[in-house]
């Protein structure tokens, strides 16, 4: 999962190093883990500068040049990662990059601020969703087209590289949008809920960051996006069918 580096508490950060740890340890003990996470690599370092460049690209598109002059509108990845975050993304499954700082006082006055906000955070999901399906586009052609290549040493290494670049962006673009702080998809649903509903959201934002705490740690975050994503697994398992059938 992929989330804004919220945890400045000393006590969860010491949490976090010793759950680094853990997991270390287990990929380096555990027979044929260590080769997974080495092939999980690119596709992290995918994940979180695309999602991050989205959100630059959306603020620079709306008229705030801050992530422009903090040389964040770039595909370079030691631009977008956070050392800790990224940690533990390729180490427990969950994690986050840096977080993109905007003004959105510079907003073009053509659009609300609250809306503004809305966009950039939605950018970064959107943007993995589409990683998702360019490379289940290039899955598709390769099965199609390059299945003697496949059965090659390389080959089956850059497939399994391009699977981990699905699943994963799949998985961090529906995680960010649970409307829960400090997640996207909180500052996408305060875009849309009328003053009263915002105003309840934005008082109450630290007892809301506890119920994610809480859905993070336990089972309940995977209850809630395990059946949205196999949806969204299975319209791309689709897609890449009929891409290996037009070219049977």
Do not use: C
Request: glycine share 8%; proline share 6%; aromatic share 12%.
């Amino acid at each position: 999962m992929f989330f804004t580096n919220s945890f400045s508490n000393p006590w969860m950060m010491i949490l976090l190093i010793g759950l680094i740890i853990e997991n270390i340890s287990y990929y380096l003990t555990t027979p044929g883990k260590f080769m997974e996470l080495l092939l999980s690599i690119p596709a992290i370092l995918i994940a979180i500068t695309f999602h991050e460049f989205a959100h630059a690209w959306m603020a620079d598109r709306l008229g705030d040049d801050t992530p422009r002059n903090q040389g964040r509108l770039t595909l370079n990845p030691l631009k977008h990662l956070d050392p800790v975050g990224a940690i533990l993304l390729l180490t427990a499954g969950f994690g986050w990059g840096k977080p993109v700082q905007i003004n959105s006082n510079n907003f073009n006055r053509t659009i609300s601020i609250r809306k503004g906000n809305a966009l950039v955070s939605l950018a970064g999901p959107v943007m993995n969703f589409i990683l998702a399906i360019v490379f289940s586009i290039i899955y598709g052609l390769l099965a199609a087209f390059g299945s003697s290549f496949l059965l090659t040493t390389t080959g089956y290494v850059i497939e399994q590289i391009i699977l981990y670049t699905i699943s994963i962006n799949v998985g961090l673009g529906v995680f960010n949008l649970i409307p829960l702080p400090p997640l996207d998809g909180s500052k996408i649903l305060l875009g849309f809920l009328p003053s009263r509903a915002r105003a309840w959201y934005t008082n109450h934002e630290y007892i809301l960051y506890i119920i994610f705490i809480a859905i993070w740690i336990t089972p309940i975050a995977g209850l809630i996006i395990k059946p949205v994503i196999g949806f969204i697994n299975e319209r791309l398992i689709d897609l890449i069918n009929m891409i290996i059938r037009l070219g049977a």
